[in-house]
């Protein structure tokens, strides 16, 4: 082959099915180690405000004086909000070929309703698009809330550990969290072993069923450990 | 001979002119550098029409396409991976030796020539066994996964009741891997540029223009479009015609159309009747049965054939005790036991249900027992060597084949006769190349198992791309268009025809007339032939011929996708090919390999060959009246004749 | 026996179908589902309507030609099964079954229960093959493959090309087909010297032809005939990343 042809078809393979999951499969990784952090961090609320609150301050100092305040913290911002903007611009990509695919109808594209539940497939592998929508727009009300102070259920304040604890008070803060967490377990949950497999990491049958049983435990740390403080702080165990 | 009236005439011999004389193991040699060549850059101008996209197509067509030939491949399918040749499971012969069990050329040469019961011609034979080994080079370098060893090497056993391990195979799924590999390299070709693929194609007639093939004139089974296309050469790779007996063991498609076809514009027919019964089916389940499913032979390499000895006994197969039952392959071949060749025991299971004593629902079928082999083996053994077929077997039957013994019966399997050709390949029309199961080929009066894909594929990879030279050294040749009148006139021939079909409005299916015709054929021209019975049989295909045109009834229109119209055209050629398969059995007053003629056996019931009178190739010429038969007669130098025996 | 079968008639690409309820009756537990559509086509037949056109050749589960979605599950309810390897013996006495065509844009319905599936053989034209003009092979022993690796590359190429996987893939994807190539070549030495160029030109080809990507939800293989295993997909990813990172060598 000539090398015009060669860099071509890299062209073109970068635009391909699979470098775009793989794409989403590394952005989702990301993300899912950020919040494996995340959640250590939110864990801190049960010892008490002062190390909540200096956790958070901690974010903004590491890696000083090799960079300015919050230097480490915006870093992961940046990498987070590509990761964000990739993961979601695979996802709609891939999404909008699917559906070319399947002239708009995917799953249930037969007359007979005797099978839209497919053979085998599971809840979470046939809920990832909806699911990670419902996700995203989780973070946009998160963000506002936690990070940028916007909206503020319960009562603003400039201390974290406040506002999580204000916000998780009110029975709806809680609620909107536990169905956005049970989102995420659902999307990790076929997107962690789904990331691999992209990655080329399914090798066997076998790994195949190690890689379900990694997603399942990592689905359930990340819901669990997540959803802890906010029932804690509702039931009051945390004020 | 000629004492049934009217039924065919002889004509003068027909001579193969090109195989080159010398000792056999130099003639190969000695054709090809005798043959001309072309230079590459001419060869982009020569253009090859290709029908069939199984081995010995495939093959063909990737070879000439790699070559720099202007190829043009068809099929009827809707991929050229989906020729029948994808079902043949057994494995494919080659003499490597690589057991050093003694193989050579020379003895896949000798086997191959008396298991075809000394019909065979011996040039093309040794030529078979020469480059056989060369196939295996070729398909492992394709990527075709050959059973291997522990140690990394090929994989080889013994098939077919052969003394030597020759067979090699893909798991039970030879013909798929090896038919893979051919399609692989064509579409290679065709992403190249150089294979031109049509499929949804069928050929409906041959372009004859001065004396050479020129051309096809096909049917889009997608939207009924009558084509044509023209071309230096024509080649048929078509494959074989054991569906006139309606139920066989190909696929739903195969047909004769192709090579009947070109009989009609002249080509010689050769051998019809030899055609193989292999006996290790599962048994018809009733008349709704479509289609019969092959039991690898080698099951009997651990299985026991065995019926009540008792008439009618309905009896569950556990219940009959050991003293009661006929392993009657065991009983009357006792050297060879239930390995003996196909055709005896084909016959030997009709024998005994003739008696009564088959079992099953129908009463068509015999036992074959792994009971011992279990005790013996183990089930584990027994599930590596035969796992997928047993599920297969389970699969179709609803029986567990671990518990209760298979059933199985002979069914209609390969074709030996086909179109003849010469040396070279070519038909006795120019330009005319038969290759693969559709010519009348290598195997005598009885093929023997694993030599058919060898035989595809030494066609198609290596004997034609170096005959064809010889011919189209001679081309371009005068230019022809859709103008020309031969051109127009075959293609009117087939418009009416369709015309004709559909015109009738009758008040049969067409699968009611093939069921019926299928019958006759089994009955009269399958394991045993009589004279009085063959007799009959032309009478009642004549008939039902005529009801044919008469009363079939084909819906639709032809500017359409319309599988009834597909069939009714096959069917009709058929019957025609049903009346020379009946002649040919006819004429030939003797038994050998396949063919059974009861009139001639041996005191304790074995084939009779009558080398004096019938060691010849039997071609045919079609007329519009009698059939002309021309003999080739044959020599053997090097094999000698001898009498089959296995007991 | 007597069955329902409510059968997708569409007579032409360009004309709407529909799906058409036909009473079959006098049917036996020992036909297989396509002696079944043989007897009702030998009535539609008779009673001068038009026979339902549907695929088929070997109707012994190798050469892929047969296949339809029956009851939303392509190539019917048992597992490993082709279309003609199904018997009624599968469906109860009075069933009512559903009867499509496989349904995906790449594969456009000619009629009733026919589709094109040439963009299969276009996607193994784009590279799903070994370079090896006839002749120029060494003897086949000179290169030794262990016996593992030729049964799992053994595995891979018995995909018999049915398109069940597309069929019944949510997004459409003709991944465990294309994967099934890619991984019979690439596990094999004589795979090896075009590994990376087949993954990019069959991924390339896999994408033109409109078929959608894997999300890894497992339905192709549930239905697959062949049982082709999930992970050559994993394997075909792994092979177009490794092209891509490292260019040209594998
Ligand atoms: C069940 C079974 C098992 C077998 N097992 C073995 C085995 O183990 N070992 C062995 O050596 N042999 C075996 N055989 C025999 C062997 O498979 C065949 O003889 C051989 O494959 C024939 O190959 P071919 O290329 O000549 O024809 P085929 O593979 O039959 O191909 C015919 C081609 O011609 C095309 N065609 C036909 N008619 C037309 C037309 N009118 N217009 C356009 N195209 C047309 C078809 O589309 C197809 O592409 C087996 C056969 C069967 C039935
Ligand atoms: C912005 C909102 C999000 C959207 C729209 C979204 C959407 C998707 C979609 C459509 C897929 C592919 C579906 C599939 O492979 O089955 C996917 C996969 C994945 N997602 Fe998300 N997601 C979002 C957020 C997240 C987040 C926050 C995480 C991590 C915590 C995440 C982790 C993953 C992982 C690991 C995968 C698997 C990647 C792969 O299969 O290669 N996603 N997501
Ligand atoms: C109960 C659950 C959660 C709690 C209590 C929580 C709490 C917080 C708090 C307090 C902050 C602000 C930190 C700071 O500004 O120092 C924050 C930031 C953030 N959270 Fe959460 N969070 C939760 C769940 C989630 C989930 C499920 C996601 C993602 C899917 C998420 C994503 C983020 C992001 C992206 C930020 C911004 C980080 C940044 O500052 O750049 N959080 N969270
Ligand atoms: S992978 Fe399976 S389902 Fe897909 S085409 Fe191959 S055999 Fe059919
Ligand atoms: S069902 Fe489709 S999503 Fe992937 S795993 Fe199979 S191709
Ligand atoms: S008809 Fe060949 S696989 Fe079903």
């Keep these: 082959m000539t090398l015009q042809a060669a860099s071509g078809q890299r062209a073109v393979a970068l635009r391909s099915t699979a470098a775009l999951k793989a794409g989403m499969a590394v952005s989702g990784l990301i993300m899912v180690l950020f919040l494996l952090a995340h959640m250590y961090g939110n864990l801190k609320i049960f010892s008490g405000r002062a190390a909540f609150d200096g956790y958070s301050e901690h974010l903004r100092t590491v890696g000083e004086p090799f960079l300015p305040y919050a230097g480490a913290l915006w870093i992961i911002r940046v990498v987070l909000v590509v990761s964000v903007l990739l993961h979601a611009f695979s996802a709609v990509v891939l999404w909008r070929r699917a559906r070319g695919a399947t002239e708009g109808r995917g799953g249930r594209r037969y007359e007979s309703t005797k099978a839209r539940r497919g053979v085998q497939r599971t809840y979470a592998s046939f809920t990832m698009r909806w699911g990670g929508v419902v996700i995203g727009l989780f973070i946009v009300f998160h963000l506002l809330q936690l990070t940028a102070n916007t909206i503020h259920p319960g009562g603003a304040s400039d201390s974290p550990y406040e506002r999580v604890v204000n916000g998780f008070q009110i029975w709806w803060v809680t609620l909107s969290y536990t169905l956005a967490l049970l989102a995420v377990g659902l999307h990790l949950r076929h997107g962690f072993w789904s990331a691999f497999a992209d990655l080329g990491g399914n090798t066997s049958v076998a790994r195949r069923r190690q890689l379900n049983v990694a997603a399942t435990v990592v689905a359930s740390v990340i819901t669990v450990g997540f959803l802890v403080p906010p029932f804690a702080v509702l039931f009051g165990w945390v004020s | 001979m000629t004492d049934v009236p009217g039924l065919w005439t002889v004509g003068d011999p027909v001579v193969d002119s090109k195989a080159p004389t010398g000792p056999v193991e130099q003639r190969w040699d000695a054709r090809r550098f005798g043959a001309r060549l072309i230079a590459p850059a001419n060869r982009r101008k020569l253009s090859v029409i290709i029908i069939g996209t199984g081995l010995a197509g495939g093959s063909a067509a990737a070879t000439l396409g790699e070559a720099g030939y202007d190829v043009k491949s068809f099929c009827y399918q809707d991929s050229p991976r989906r020729a029948h040749s994808i079902a043949a499971q057994g494995g494919i012969n080659a003499a490597k030796d690589y057991r050093n069990d003694g193989d050579s050329s020379y003895r896949l040469f000798y086997d191959t020539v008396k298991g075809g019961d000394f019909r065979s011609r011996e040039s093309n034979v040794y030529r078979l066994a020469q480059v056989s080994g060369t196939i295996i080079d070729q398909c492992v370098a394709q990527g075709v996964p050959f059973a291997r060893e522990y140690g990394g090497l090929l994989d080889n056993r013994s098939f077919g009741g052969v003394q030597v391990s020759r067979t090699f195979y893909a798991r039970g799924q030879t013909g798929q891997q090896l038919l893979l590999g051919a399609y692989q390299a064509v579409e290679r070709q065709v992403a190249a540029g150089t294979v031109e693929m049509n499929v949804r194609h069928e050929m409906l007639d041959l372009i004859v223009v001065d004396g050479r093939a020129r051309g096809v004139v096909v049917r889009d089974l997608r939207t009924g479009e009558i084509e044509t296309h023209l071309a230096e050469a024509v080649v048929l790779a078509s494959g074989g015609y054991g569906n006139v007996f309606y139920l066989s063991t190909n696929a739903m498609g195969c047909n004769v159309t192709a090579t009947w076809r070109a009989h009609r514009q002249g080509a010689l027919f050769a051998n019809p009747c030899f055609t193989q019964i292999h006996p290790t089916c599962i048994p018809v389940s009733g008349e709704h049965q479509s289609k019969l499913t092959l039991m690898s032979e080698s099951l009997r390499n651990d299985g026991r054939i065995w019926v009540p000895v008792t008439a009618g006994d309905a009896r569950r197969p556990g219940d009959v005790p050991e003293a009661e039952r006929d392993y009657f392959l065991e009983r009357s071949y006792p050297s060879f036991g239930n390995l003996v060749p196909r055709d005896v025991a084909s016959r030997a299971a009709k024998a005994v249900c003739d008696e009564g004593r088959g079992v099953g629902p129908t009463g068509l079928g015999v036992y074959l027992d792994f009971a011992d082999a279990l005790e013996r083996l183990g089930r584990t053994t027994i599930e590596d060597r035969y796992g997928n077929l047993f599920e297969m077997y389970e699969r179709i039957t609803a029986e567990n084949p671990y518990e209760v013994p298979m059933r199985i019966y002979p069914a209609v399997h390969y074709t030996m006769g086909g179109l003849w050709v010469d040396y070279d390949l070519q038909s006795s029309i120019p330009g005319l190349f038969v290759i693969g199961e559709a010519n009348f080929s290598d195997h005598g009066a009885n093929r023997l198992g694993a030599s058919a894909l060898m035989q595809g594929l030494a066609d198609g990879y290596f004997v034609l791309p170096a005959t064809i030279g010889d011919y189209l050294a001679d081309g371009p040749f005068a230019p022809v268009d859709a103008t020309h009148p031969a051109v127009g006139a075959t293609v009117e021939a087939v418009r009416t025809r369709i015309d004709r079909l559909l015109s009738i409005e009758g008040t049969r299916t067409v699968d009611s007339f093939h069921k019926q015709l299928g019958q006759i054929m089994w009955d009269h021209c399958g394991m045993e032939r009589t004279r009085a019975g063959l007799e009959q049989a032309v009478a009642m295909v004549r008939e039902l011929k005529a009801e044919f045109w008469r009363s079939v009834k084909v819906t639709g229109e032809n500017e359409e996708l319309n599988q009834t119209l597909e069939r009714a055209g096959r069917v009709a050629d058929f019957f025609e090919l049903a009346e020379l398969m009946c002649i040919d059995a006819l004429h030939r007053e003797e038994s050998c390999g396949a063919h059974f003629r009861v009139e001639s056996q041996t005191e304790d019931g074995e084939a009779r060959r009558d080398d004096e009178h019938f060691g010849y190739v039997a071609a045919w010429e079609f007329t519009p009246g009698a059939p002309v038969l021309h003999k080739e007669e044959l020599a053997f130098d090097y094999v000698k004749p001898v009498q089959r025996s296995y007991t | ?250």
């Design chain 3, 1 to 250: 026996m007597n069955i329902t079968l409510r059968v997708w008639r569409q007579r032409s690409p360009d004309e709407a179908g529909r799906m058409v309820a036909y009473e079959v009756s006098d049917v036996f537990p020992e036909m297989s589902f396509l002696e079944a559509l043989d007897v009702l086509n030998e009535q539609l037949t008779l009673a001068g309507d038009d026979p339902i056109a549907f695929d088929h050749d070997c109707r012994e589960g190798i050469c892929g030609m047969c296949g339809v979605v029956i009851d939303g599950i392509a190539h019917g309810p048992e597992a490993a099964t082709t279309t003609c390897q199904l018997y009624l013996r599968s469906f109860a006495d009075g069933a009512v079954i559903d009867v499509e065509p496989w349904r995906a844009k790449p594969f456009p319905v000619i009629k009733d229960l026919v589709v094109d599936r040439s963009a299969f053989d276009r996607i193994i034209a784009a590279g799903g093959f070994v370079s090896v003009p006839t002749g120029a092979a060494p003897d086949a022993n000179a290169v030794l493959v262990p016996k593992q690796q030729t049964d799992l590359a053994f595995d891979a190429a018995a995909c018999i090309g049915c398109g069940a996987c597309v069929a019944a893939c949510p997004n459409g994807s003709a991944m465990l087909f294309t994967g099934a190539k890619i991984t019979h070549l690439g596990l094999l030495p004589q795979g090896q010297p075009e590994r990376s160029s087949r993954a990019l030109a069959m991924m390339a080809q896999h994408d033109d032809e409109g078929f959608g990507g894997c999300t890894q939800i497992g339905e192709c293989t549930a239905v697959c005939p062949q049982s082709i295993p999930l992970h050559v997909i994993s394997r075909f990813n792994r092979d177009v990343l490794s092209a891509l990172l490292h260019g040209e060598r594998s």
